[in-house]
C-alpha cells in the first residue's frame, strides 16, 4: 500500500525524526485520538518514547532521591529522572502544558538530552502549544483530514547506513543563505527555525542515499520545516519591494551571475512551496493562537494559585499536616531517610525515627477561575442602538465563556450612579433577562461605573476570581462622583477611579463606541494598562470579536 500524496509528507517527516530525534529536535503531531494518529504512533512505536503529561510531577522528571537505597546504605542515593536517563519523550495533551515545563522540556533539547513526540489535541483556534517548544520542534504533521487508508508502510528500523552518510552531507553557504532568506520572506525570526530546515535537508539526501542536497531536499525540507511557522498572508511584515521609489536613490548594479548559484533554487520558489503546503485556515488558526498567547501573557488572565487539594502537584513543602494540608508521606520519608543512621533508626527492626522538621505537606497549582467585568455605558449620549449592539456582544461572549468555565458580570452607569446589573454568573438565561431590562438615558456618571467595577473586582478577587474588564462607552463623562453635573470633576474622578482599576485588574480593554475617537477615553485606557479600541460602527459580532481575546487566555 502506497498511501494517498498526504502520505508522502506523513513518510518524509517520520524517517527524518527517526534518522536522528536529537539533531530534529522533535515532532509536533496535531490531531485529535483517532485511526490516524493510532496508526502513525505504532510506526513510532519501535523509537520507544516515554509518555508523560503536563502533570508530570517535578521529582519524575528531574529525578530525587531513591528512598529505598538511601535506607539501606544509610546515605542520600539519588536517582534519574526522565530528562537524566535522555529517552525519547512522548508528550501527550501537550496544548497544556504549562510555559515553566515547555521550558525545561526545551533547555533539554537545546543541550539535545532528549527530543519530544509531541501529541497536540487542540479543539480550538486558540489552543497552540508553548512557545518554547513551537520554537524547537522542526517537524509539524496536521493528520486531522488523514484517514487510516490514507497511511502506507515505512520502515524505520534499519537506517544505520542513512546516518553514516548523513555526516557526509554538507550544505554549499549559497544553499544555507538561500533558507536563511526564506525563512525571513515567510515572516519567521527565529534563527533556529532555518537551522533545522538545514538539518532535514540533510537528512533527506542522506535518506535518498545522496552525498549532496539537491534542490527537491531544501524544497521538501522548507515544507517540513518552515511552512507551519510562516505568517498567514495578513500577519505576514509588508513587503519592502512594494514601497515606492526614492527618485534620488543610486539603482544598484546588477549582481554578478555566479556559476555556483546555477544549483541552487529561487527562493520564491521555495516560499511558494512552503504557502502551498498547508492550507491558510490552518495558519490563521496557528496566528490565532500566537495572538493568544501574547494576550494571555500580557494580562496573566487565569493567574496560577497554590491549593492544597486539587491542580498541578507542586514540590512538597515542609509543614504539619491538618485539615488545609495532606501529609506527603513520601517526601516525609525521604526527608527523614538520610538521617537514620545518626538517629538510630531503619536497624535491624526496620524502624524509621521521624521527626517533626521531617513532615511535609502537599501542594498543589491551579489556574483561577477568571471574571469578565463588562462596564456599560447606558447614558443618553449613548445612543440606543448602540446600547442593543452592547447587549448583543455581551450575549456572545458570555456563550462562549460557558465553554470555557469563566463567568461575567455587568456594570451598567447612567443618570447620576451606576448598579452591578448582573452578579457573577455563567447563566445565559438570567444574563438575557438583565439586558432586556436595561434602560437607556440620563447623564454618564463614568467614574461611578468604574469605582462600583473596581469594589466588584475586589471582592471577587477575595474569593479567588481573577478578573478582566471591559469598557463599553463614547467617554463623554460629564457627571462626578457625588452626582454634580461637572465635566471636569467628572474627568478627574474618572481618572482616579482609573488608578484603582490599575490595582486591581490591569490589562483590560477599553472600546470607544463614540462616532469619533477620543482623546481623553485613550488616556484613560493607558491610565488602566488597557487596549484602546475605537469601534464607531461596531456591531455586536465585531464587539464580540474585539473582546473575546481577553477571554481566551
Not at 513551537?134 to 534499519?158: I, K, M, P, T, Y
Amino acid at each position: 500500500m502506497s498511501g494517498s500524496p498526504g502520505w508522502a509528507r506523513v513518510r518524509d517527516a517520520l524517517r527524518l525524526f527517526a534518522l536522528d530525534p536529537k539533531a530534529m529536535g522533535g515532532i509536533w503531531i496535531r490531531s485529535r485520538p483517532g485511526p490516524a494518529r493510532d496508526r502513525v504512533l505504532d510506526l513510532l512505536a519501535p523509537l520507544g518514547a516515554r509518555r508523560i503529561t503536563p502533570n508530570i510531577a517535578d521529582e519524575t522528571l528531574d529525578g530525587g532521591m531513591d528512598l529505598a537505597a538511601t535506607l539501606a546504605l544509610g546515605r542520600p542515593v539519588e536517582r534519574d529522572g526522565i530528562l537524566a536517563r535522555g529517552d525519547l519523550i512522548c508528550l501527550g495533551m501537550a496544548e497544556r502544558t504549562a510555559p515553566g515545563l515547555a521550558a525545561r522540556l526545551g533547555q533539554a533539547i537545546d543541550r539535545r538530552e532528549t527530543a519530544l513526540l509531541v501529541l497536540d489535541e487542540a479543539a480550538g483556534e486558540d489552543e497552540t502549544l508553548a512557545a518554547p517548544l513551537v520554537d524547537r520542534l522542526s517537524l509539524f504533521l496536521d493528520l486531522s483530514d488523514l484517514r487510516l487508508a490514507d497511511l502506507g508502510q515505512v520502515e524505520l528500523r534499519n537506517l544505520d547506513a542513512a546516518r553514516a552518510r548523513r555526516a557526509r552531507v554538507m550544505l554549499t553557504d549559497d544553499d544555507r543563505q538561500t533558507l536563511v532568506a526564506t525563512a525571513m520572506s515567510l515572516g519567521i525570526r527565529s534563527l533556529r527555525a532555518p537551522m533545522l530546515a538545514a538539518q532535514a535537508a540533510r537528512g533527506l539526501a542522506a535518506l535518498a542515499g545522496r552525498d549532496r542536497v539537491e534542490i527537491d531536499d531544501l524544497r521538501r525540507a522548507v515544507e517540513l520545516t518552515l511552512a507551519h511557522r510562516a505568517l498567514a498572508a495578513e500577519d505576514a511584515p509588508p513587503d519592502q519591494s512594494d514601497a515606492p521609489p526614492d527618485d534620488d536613490a543610486v539603482e544598484p548594479p546588477e549582481p554578478p551571475q555566479d556559476d555556483a548559484m546555477q544549483g541552487t533554487p529561487p527562493q520564491d520558489m521555495l516560499v511558494d512551496a512552503a504557502r502551498a503546503e498547508l492550507p491558510a485556515d490552518l495558519l490563521r488558526a496557528l496566528a490565532a493562537g500566537r495572538a493568544a498567547r501574547v494576550q494571555s501573557a500580557a494580562r496573566g488572565s487565569g493567574a496560577a494559585i497554590r491549593s492544597n487539594r486539587r491542580g498541578r502537584p507542586l514540590p512538597a513543602r515542609q509543614g504539619r499536616p491538618s485539615d488545609a494540608a495532606r501529609l506527603d508521606l513520601a517526601a516525609t520519608l525521604r526527608a527523614a531517610a538520610p538521617w537514620q543512621k545518626v538517629r538510630g533508626g531503619a536497624g535491624p527492626e526496620q524502624r524509621l525515627t521521624l521527626r517533626l522538621e521531617d513532615l511535609h505537606v502537599r501542594q498543589f497549582e491551579q489556574k483561577s477561575d477568571r471574571l469578565l467585568i463588562f462596564v456599560v455605558d447606558a447614558s443618553g449620549s449613548q445612543a440606543m442602538s448602540r446600547l442593543a449592539e452592547a447587549k448583543g456582544a455581551i450575549e456572545i461572549l458570555l456563550s462562549q465563556a460557558y465553554a470555557r468555565r469563566d463567568h461575567v458580570a455587568l456594570v451598567a452607569f447612567r443618570g447620576t450612579g451606576a448598579e452591578i446589573l448582573l452578579p457573577p454568573t455563567r447563566s445565559l438565561v438570567q444574563t438575557r433577562k438583565r439586558l432586556a431590562a436595561l434602560p437607556g438615558g440620563g447623564g454618564t456618571p463614568l467614574a461611578a461605573g468604574l469605582f462600583t467595577a473596581a469594589n466588584l473586582a475586589r471582592q471577587v478577587r477575595g474569593r479567588g476570581f481573577t478578573p478582566s474588564l471591559a469598557l463599553l462607552t463614547d467617554g463623554r463623562a460629564n457627571i462626578a462622583l457625588d452626582g454634580a453635573a461637572d465635566r471636569q470633576a467628572a474627568a478627574r474622578d474618572a481618572r482616579l477611579a482609573a488608578a484603582q482599576i490599575l490595582a486591581l485588574c490591569p490589562g483590560g480593554i477599553v472600546i470607544d463606541t463614540g462616532r469619533r475617537p477620543t482623546p481623553d477615553l485613550a488616556a484613560l485606557a493607558d491610565a488602566m494598562a488597557a487596549h484602546y479600541l475605537p469601534l464607531p460602527r461596531a456591531d455586536a459580532a465585531r464587539l464580540g470579536r474585539a473582546v473575546a481575546p481577553i477571554m481566551a487566555g
